[in-house]
């Protein structure tokens, strides 16, 4: 049986605790938190609306294959390791951006891998969810 209470406040937690993943995710750039504690944020952001709405609705608001954020996020990973290799430096050495942006401070391939880890955090969690058969 699905409450109408807690159905009434997933929706509007979700957009919150999606836009604090993201602030997880860029102040892990500089500070702590970062690609896996962002992640880990807005699958239990899908997880909750899963609980409480059903999988056919959270299956509505994320349309996408899970599979697709594993391997994109695979690939961004990659990316910023062989991004040193082509500069003639050893793999995985952080690149440096010469700007300096408001909030994010300058962006750099740890960002990149940042971003990387969080689409596969977030896209095994939510292969997780969507498999697991919840009562309706």
């Not at 999988?55 to 608001?61: G, L, S």
């Not at 994109?72 to 440096?96: D, E, N, Q, R, V």
Request: some cysteine; glycine content about 12%.
């Amino acid at each position: 049986m699905i409450s109408i209470i807690l159905s009434a406040a997933t929706r509007i937690l979700l957009p919150i605790l999606l836009l604090f993943s993201i602030f997880m995710l860029v102040r892990g750039h500089q500070e702590p938190g970062g690609g896996f504690v962002g992640g880990l944020i807005a699958s239990m952001a899908f997880a909750l609306y899963t609980i409480s709405n059903g999988i056919t609705h959270a299956r509505i608001i994320f349309p996408f294959n899970p599979n697709l954020f594993i391997i994109i996020g695979l690939f961004l990973a990659l990316l910023s390791g062989c991004l040193s290799i082509f500069l003639g430096k050893p793999g995985f050495t952080i690149i440096w951006g010469q700007y300096d942006f408001p909030v994010i401070g300058p962006l750099s391939s740890a960002l990149l891998f940042d971003i990387g880890v969080y689409l596969v955090v977030l896209g095994v969690s939510t292969s997780i969810i969507f498999t697991l058969k919840l009562k309706q």
